[in-house]
């Protein structure tokens, strides 16, 4: 059974940083790109940022690039969203979802249960 | 505002068969075929239903159906169950290696 736990979340203030994980088990995680996903009430879902299988290709979204990097480590099934420059847009539920390919399809086969951000002072 | 227009609401009774539109533009659904679609019930993380316009993933049920006419995108469900009562979201490849998803539309089975 597929299973994505993210960790990291919490309250932080604008400006500031955090770094999110996602460990995957019940696949080969190095077979897959792996992508971020957020949502909030007032905007729904918006796709964040993607990367490859093999961590060699990596893609924003135009209104975190600059501020957001992605990255994994097949040696740990995990991957991670590190955070920085937050601003109060970004509180958002942060869901790590499964791509169906080992390259960017944009396709979200299996989905983690989300990490709860707020940007707050 | 989002990128791709979704209806905000639909409604059907059981047994009936309902179809939610996508809309997008030349730079997304007009242009491409990779289009999906997500279910998502409340408090629970979106489930993939269709992808690749009109494919289903193992265990998704032949009652829900995809199409795409030039930039509007639709799903179907036939044969409306309760247990279809939930959030449903297309989404689309966009030009410069992006994924944009509709606004969502609200299924209520009445």
């Known amino acids: 059974e597929v299973q994505l736990l993210e960790s990291g979340g919490g309250l932080v203030q604008p400006g500031g940083s955090l770094r999110l994980s996602c460990v995957a088990s019940?696949?080969?995680?190095?077979?897959?790109?792996m992508n971020w996903v957020r949502q909030t009430p007032g905007k729904g879902l918006e796709w964040v940022s993607g990367?490859?299988?093999?961590?060699?290709?990596?893609y924003h979204a135009d209104f975190v690039r600059g501020r957001f990097t992605i990255s994994r480590d097949n040696s740990k099934n995990t991957l991670y969203l590190q955070m920085n420059s937050l601003r109060a847009e970004d509180t958002a539920v942060y869901f790590c979802?499964?791509?169906?390919?080992?390259?960017?399809?944009?396709?979200?086969?299996?989905w983690g249960q989300g990490a709860l951000v707020t940007v707050s002072s | 505002q989002s990128a791709l227009t979704q209806p905000a609401s639909v409604s059907g009774s059981p047994g009936q068969s309902i179809t939610i539109s996508c809309t997008g533009t030349?730079?997304?659904?007009?242009?491409?075929?990779?289009v999906s679609w997500y279910q998502q019930h409340p408090g629970k993380a979106p489930k993939l239903m269709i992808y690749d316009v009109t494919y289903r993933p193992s265990g998704v049920s032949n009652r829900f159906s995809g199409s795409k006419s030039d930039n509007t995108a639709s799903l179907t469900i036939s044969g409306l169950q309760v247990e279809d009562e939930a959030d449903y979201y297309c989404?689309?490849?966009?030009?410069?290696?992006?994924?944009?998803f509709g606004g969502g539309t609200k299924l209520t089975v009445l």
């Open positions: 019940g696949f080969t995680f190095s077979n897959y790109a």
């Open positions: 030349n730079s997304d659904i007009g242009i491409y075929h990779y």
């Open positions: 989404a689309s490849y966009r030009r410069s290696t992006t994924v944009v």
């Open positions: 990367i490859s299988g093999g961590g060699d290709d990596t």
């Open positions: 979802a499964e791509d169906l390919s080992i390259g960017l399809t944009g396709y979200f086969h299996n």
